[in-house]
């Protein structure tokens, strides 16, 4: 049964549920059935536990039209591949007509049931039931979740079968119905990859231009097959907000070979993925990246896959291994940060390896360790050769290079807002070596770019952008980007995508397009940081609440990552997408840590911290 159930029924033992924890099957329900009005609150799925697996009951001979609603209901939490029992609930057509894949619908506390007694009665041929609850969420066909709020309310209607006497559902709406928790329980996010196509590929030293890949999150059903289902919707392409800017190495048209089975490696953790005849005539560094998006896309699923084989037909396409996928491609969750950086005595930037504790800061080389500016916030490009500094009054920006005997020059950028708080942002690097910063000033407010951290900014276009930024930062995969938004004294999280016109290494002009919330739930936003490829920590508080520091994803669900350790007063986070670095944080005038299973440590004396980005 649902954890999140309410409904009506005539008086009669409760539906019995089966479900399984760690292979040991128990059975749940106990309840009564009143004669009339609506149950309330009756629960036997344990909440949120990815181990329970719950098989759906059928209906029993005779059962009323609220306790055929009732049962269909507890039969869409259940992990059947194609809902063979709840369709047994339905009649023959809507079986048929029936789309559970077409969407899901994510309720707070589960559907509530009304019955409609006065358009129809039980002792006639037909009866009608208004499903009700308020909405969380919803995952569409594509697998792409999305918050949601307001009422949910859908009609369902039965009628007697004419030859068996029995209720059944003859109209409902498409797709699946359920309460948050059920859906905590039933469903997981998994990144699928695809490469950057807005941006130049990047280069290390040595080493061929590598396009970047970029994380697509989806939510699956977690004990059906799901390394088939992220196959299967990886190879059917990004989600609709990503697929502007990114592409696939799929060729269009390719799918899973009819005559596939459920995938699962061998022993030595090899996938042999079997693909139609579309894939047949790919070339070599197309089937490499074809197997590296399978490789990415599959790192966090059980059993492990190490090595991925492509065929189509008899044929032997490539074949990749983890090590190899990652010269293929590049992602900013793997892009190991050397140090830590932040501002020392509000004149100096200094630095700390990265990952360290109790290490003594040293200046950065340059004219920004030396001390030669007041400094009030920083970012420090992902390759660690340059950086940008704001001036203590928010006015002026600068860059220089983190090499010795490097010159700060004048301000790249001058902001005419007239108090500290309507000046710049702190800045944020991308990946291609740009430079993005907002200018908060009323009379003219801007989200800016610097090609390479120089020359005339480029004003970025957001069309859609409802409010003022007051904090920028730029994703690892330079297709999306972190704004901290207010309007009407709310500030909120939003997640856009980097549109590019012309040339990536040249764009004529730059756009922020289809801005979302990540934090609907948030009232406040005053931090945040990228912390993985589709996962940021953000410093809030709900309205009402205090402050807490947590995690979202970019589609605005919560990810199952653990909640870090309280801390208050926190006036900045840094994070990186490598989730092996701990995060880091300005307290109460201290720099301090969270590694991994432990509370916050103190570092050092110091504020703004960042790491590289």
Known sequence: MGADRQGSGRRGPARAVTYAVCGVVLLAGCASMPDSGDLRGVESTPRQDPQVRVFAMPPREDDSPTEIVQGFLEALTSNEPQYETARKYLTGEAAKTWRPERSTTVLTGGPGTESDHSGSREDADDYSVMLTGTRVATVDAQQSYAPADGQYREPVHLTRDDKSGQWRIDALPQGVIMGKSDFQRTYMSVNKYYFASNTAPTTQAGTSAQPTAVADPVYVRRLVDPMTQVVRSLISGPTRLLAPGVRSGFPAGTALAETADPLTPDEHNKLTVPLNDRAARVGAEKCDEMAAQLLFSLQ??????????LRSGDRRLCSLTEDRAEAVATRGSVQRADYLYFIRDKNRLVRIAAGSNGTRPEPVPGALGEGAVGLRSVAVSRDEHSAAAIGLDNKT???????????????????????????????????????????????????????EGAGEPLEVRTPGLDGRVQAVRV?????RIALIVEKDGKRSLLIGRIERDGNAREPSAVTVVEPRSATPELEEVTAMSWAGDSRLVVVGRERGGVQQVGYVQVDGSTPEASVPAALTGVKEIAATEDERLPLVAYSENLIVRLPSGLQWQKVTEGAAPVYPG
Not at 300 to 309: G, I, K, M, R, S
Not at 439 to 450: G, I, M, T, W
Not at 475 to 479: I, Q
């Open 300 to 309: 966090n699923l059980t059993p492990v896959v190490d090595e991925v084989e």
């Open 397 to 451: 920006l600068y860059v220089g290079s983190l090499v010795s005997g490097g010159s700060l020059g004048d301000p790249v950028l001058v902001s005419k807002g007239k108090t500290e708080e309507t000046r710049l942002t702190p800045p944020s690097w991308d990946a291609q070596g740009d430079l993005w910063i907002a200018d908060r000033d009323p009379a003219h407010p801007r989200l800016l770019l610097l090609k």
């Open 475 to 479: 994703a690892a995969d330079g297709v």
